[in-house]
């Protein structure tokens, strides 16, 4: 028998891409899967919804929103299976897009986690910007993805091979389950934005592997919980991306790459200001403000020892120097990339 999979799908009042994305969720070919909807306390009738329509589906509810990272934690507690993947809501499926991963997966010993390629449901022709074909990570700890830097996204008809990657996109998050467990999953700390990262780095300095695998694809709406010109989501994501390094970074290089870090970040706020951004501006300066009152509370038991330059996926340079700097404003294009 083939490897069971929990395809789990985090709800948080989306009842309308439930509505237009579960059945095809329910109609994957593969003969040994299981679908889970968790519901963090969504007010709009998702869970009504299912219950009357989809009663092979497995509900799990909770009483309030504990975030991207909690919600998982807490609902994956409740699931059995070898394999399970984190599907967001607003993600479309063909039929044949779970077995590749699954192949890829038993392919490679050393595999934890793997993304489907991710393309825009909307411009089904290029690549999306929540992972696109595997995420990568600069020195300064920006994300970002073999098919789209910043908000640039590229044709999907550029190919790119099955590879090792630094993070996979959690709109899509194919997971071993011994493993998410083994590192505790994620660091509900962060709630949402750049835990996939966190989750994957920790993975990686255990000696695992994430992977993209092309034959795979998916098509994501995004932006389905919080817009993607939301301030709360401004704030999540300066706050979140020093606390990775925080995490994650050796001792050795860690106070000099945060101090590099946010003096970019403060240039982002400036042209939020500049731009009449300012909730976007207050944003950043909460983000630092809470980084200051917080990091030691992030900063890991036992000491990092593996330097990310030993990482798959790792730009050992500034992604923000090449774009807006040098204009590159494609993957392959980036020097030292290969």
């Known amino acids: ?17 439930l509505q237009e994305f579960l059945p095809g969720v329910l109609a994957t070919d593969y003969d040994n899967f299981q679908v889970v909807v968790a519901d963090n306390g969504s007010r709009d009738g998702s ?26 934690n807490e609902a994956l507690k409740q699931v059995r299976a070898d394999f399970y ?13 779970l077995r590749p991963l699954v ?14 390629f991710i393309l825009d449901q909307k411009q089904k022709d290029r690549y999306e910007y929540a992972g696109a074909a595997g995420g990568w990570i600069d020195r300064f700890g920006y994300p970002f993805c073999r098919g789209r830097l910043f908000d640039n996204l590229e044709s999907a008809a550029i190919a790119f091979d099955e590879a090792p990657v630094f ?47 092309p034959e795979s694809r998916v098509y994501h709406v995004g932006g389905g919980t919080l817009k993607k010109q939301s ?50 501006f207050a944003a950043v300066f909460r983000a630092h403000v809470y980084f200051h009152q917080n990091r030691r509370k992030f900063r890991p038991e036992q000491l990092v020892s593996r330097s990310p ?24 294009d980036l020097p030292g990339v290969s």
């Not at 219950?51 to 909690?70: K, S």
């Open 1 to 17: 028998m083939n490897p069971s999979v929990a395809i789990v799908i985090l709800n948080y009042n989306t009842r309308g891409q």
């Open 47 to 72: 869970t009504d919804f299912i219950e009357a329509h989809y009663p092979e589906v497995q509900l799990i509810r909770f009483e309030q929103n504990h975030g991207y990272a909690g919600g998982y």
């Open 85 to 97: 993947v984190l599907l967001n809501s607003d993600v479309e499926v063909p039929a044949d897009w």
């Open 103 to 116: 192949q890829c997966a038993e392919r490679h010993a050393d595999l934890a986690a793997v993304q489907p």
């Open 167 to 213: 993070w996979a996109s959690g709109a899509a998050l194919f997971i071993r389950a011994s493993d998410f467990h083994a590192i505790g999953g994620f660091d509900a700390r962060f709630f949402a934005h750049m835990e996939e990262i966190d989750l994957c780095w920790r993975l990686q300095l255990t000696g695992k592997t994430v992977y993209s695998c």
């Open 231 to 280: 301030p709360f989501k401004t704030f999540l994501n300066f706050r979140n991306g020093l606390l990775l390094l925080e995490k994650n970074l050796p001792a050795a290089t860690r106070r000099r790459t945060i101090l590099l870090r946010m003096c970019l970040d403060g240039i982002a706020a400036i042209k939020f200001l500049l731009a009449g951004q300012l909730a976007d």
């Open 309 to 332: 330059d030993s990482l798959h996926g790792y730009y050992n340079r500034s992604i923000v120097w090449q774009y807006f700097a040098r204009k590159v404003k494609r993957f392959s």
